[in-house]
């Protein structure tokens, strides 16, 4: 395959959370790769397109957790062959406050329900169009209960991965590949001001986004014609599992 196993050319890539440090990434490196990058996020498109380097006029704002918006985006939205979903929340909060579970229904809504209504919407159109690929995003706390993170934003990433390989089992029969990415600790804004110790990792700093979305337009392109169900794990030798 030579070169060709990160090519996207002529593919059309859906990025949710692309105004956050991963989505951001990701639509600029789907981008340089000849995908044609429909960006997503709560954020106005202005705002997406500052960050994530596409057009305004193919930045949207979207809602993940609203089951509604999602379908009436996709169905207005043309072909899809690939989509990112980088979007989550990771509130920092005490999960013995009065008030907590108002954080967790948020949690779930956003990091299990948005992935399940994206998967919903895209995947009869996909399968329709004779194949495509979903790529998500977990995390080194849906296998180990994170570094810092509360337990909302831990157990939200472990339903994910299983999430996954339910949908894999599913999809693959359909042409459509479904994988996700598991990072450690990103240098972005989830995570600063968090108390992150990135001298204690083994490689002695956290990811570059840059490294996390590297692996997803990995996902989305030929070389990855046989991955399905898999979740990658990106996390500089902080976890093995």
Same mark, same amino acid.
């Given at each position: 395959? @030579?070169?060709?196993?990160?090519?996207?050319?002529?593919? %059309?890539?859906?990025?949710?959370?692309?105004?956050?440090?991963?989505?951001?990434?990701?639509?600029?490196?789907?981008?340089?790769?000849?995908?044609?990058?429909?960006?997503?996020?709560?954020?106005?498109?202005?705002?997406? +397109?500052?960050?994530?380097? $596409?057009?305004?006029?193919?930045?949207? %704002?979207?809602?993940?957790?609203? &089951?509604?918006?999602?379908?009436?985006?996709?169905?207005?939205? @043309? %072909?899809?062959?690939?989509?990112?979903?980088?979007?989550?929340?990771?509130? =920092?909060?005490?999960?013995?406050?009065?008030?907590?579970?108002?954080?967790?229904?948020?949690?779930?809504?956003?990091? $299990?329900?948005?992935p399940i209504n994206l998967a919903r919407a895209l995947l009869a159109p996909m399968a329709a169009q004779g194949g495509?690929?979903? $790529?998500?995003? @977990?995390?080194? +706390?849906?296998?180990?209960?994170?570094? $810092?993170?509360?337990?909302? #934003? =831990?157990?939200?990433?472990?339903?994910?991965?299983?999430?996954? &390989?339910?949908?894999?089992?599913?999809?693959?029969?359909?042409?459509?590949?479904?994988?996700?990415?598991?990072?450690?600790?990103?240098?972005?804004?989830?995570?600063?001001?968090?108390? #992150?110790?990135?001298?204690? #990792?083994?490689?002695? &700093?956290?990811?570059?986004?840059?490294?996390?979305? =590297?692996?997803?337009?990995?996902?989305?392109?030929?070389?990855?014609? #046989? =991955?399905?169900?898999?979740?990658?794990?990106?996390?500089?030798?902080?976890?093995? %599992?």
């Amino acid at each position: 395959m @030579g070169a060709g196993v990160f090519s996207l050319q002529g593919q %059309r890539v859906l990025v949710t959370g692309a105004a956050g440090g991963i989505g951001s990434a990701t639509a600029r490196l789907a981008a340089e790769q000849g995908a044609q990058v429909i960006a997503a996020d709560l954020a106005e498109p202005a705002a997406i +397109a500052a960050r994530s380097g $596409v057009a305004v006029a193919h930045c949207h %704002r979207l809602d993940t957790s609203d &089951r509604a918006a999602v379908e009436a985006f996709v169905a207005q939205a @043309g %072909r899809i062959d690939g989509l990112v979903d980088t979007a989550a929340i990771c509130p =920092a909060d005490d999960w013995m406050a009065p008030d907590w579970d108002a954080a967790l229904q948020q949690v779930l809504a956003v990091n $299990v329900g948005g992935p399940i209504n994206l998967a919903r919407a895209l995947l009869a159109p996909m399968a329709a169009q004779g194949g495509g690929r979903m $790529v998500f995003c @977990g995390s080194i +706390a849906g296998w180990m209960g994170g570094i $810092v993170s509360g337990p909302h #934003y =831990a157990f939200s990433k472990g339903g994910l991965h299983a999430f996954i &390989r339910w949908l894999a089992r599913r999809a693959a029969p359909q042409g459509v590949l479904v994988n996700a990415i598991a990072p450690g600790p990103v240098e972005t804004a989830m995570t600063e001001g968090r108390g #992150y110790r990135p001298e204690n #990792y083994p490689l002695g &700093r956290m990811a570059k986004p840059e490294e996390i979305a =590297a692996t997803a337009i990995f996902l989305l392109g030929p070389g990855a014609g #046989y =991955a399905a169900g898999a979740v990658f794990d990106i996390n500089g030798a902080t976890h093995f %599992r």
